[in-house]
């Protein structure tokens, strides 16, 4: 087993004091966020995509320190009917698995998203019980007209790089529990699956 921290947490401290401090604790490896909701404080994307010279300088921080990244974290919502949120999403996700591929991380870790109830939404609907009738009509609709086809393309994108993108199983979102999460990568790929956070599980009563 190796043990770990989600550098987010950190969002106040520049990388330099967050590799010395994970060090002094003994840890073996930190995750990285690179936007969306944990935002990017520790990690310039859109420079460390452009430049191997960066990137080189960037990844050599944790070699030297002899911590492993574990994963790379962009949580966002690439299913949000507010379309230029969730292009955003999107977009952070892709640069993020690139990102992936060149350090030869082979995890990416996102939520999985949750649509609105129609094309005409402005928020998120999670629906979370079968009756009255109306709420399995938006979630058939969820899946069938956003989900799967979202998350099919997004496997294939991330598969063709070696990638696998782990869902955190969240509330608010498609994939919420086991039952969920199996059901996007039946539906979608075998490279998706689940970053275990035994919390939010806890918080459903499971």
């Known amino acids: ?65 002899g911590l492993a990244i574990s994963a790379l974290s962009c949580h966002g919502n690439a299913l949000h009917p507010d379309s230029a949120f969730a292009k955003a999403s999107g977009d952070t996700l892709k640069k993020t698995i690139r990102l992936a591929e060149k350090l030869g991380v082979n995890t990416v870790i996102d939520f999985s998203g949750c649509p609105g109830d129609s094309d005409k939404a402005r928020y998120p609907n999670w629906v979370t019980c079968p009756w009255p009738p109306d709420f399995l009509s938006i979630l058939e609709w969820q899946w069938e007209k956003k989900a799967i086809p979202f998350w099919s393309k997004m496997a294939a994108f991330a598969k063709d790089r070696g990638i696998n993108i782990a869902f955190e199983m969240h509330p608010g979102f498609i994939v919420y529990n086991p039952e969920t999460m199996l059901r996007l990568r039946n539906a979608c790929g075998n490279n998706l699956g689940a970053n275990f956070d035994p919390s939010h599980l806890f918080w459903q009563g499971m």
């Open 1 to 65: 087993m190796k043990l770990g921290v989600l550098t987010a947490l950190f969002a106040d401290r520049p990388l330099d004091k967050v590799i010395a401090y994970a060090k002094q604790l003994g840890l073996d490896c930190l995750e990285i966020g690179t936007g969306n909701y944990p935002g990017n404080p520790h990690c310039p994307i859109d420079e460390l995509l452009a430049s191997a010279s960066a990137l080189n300088t960037w990844k050599r921080k944790f070699d030297d320190a």
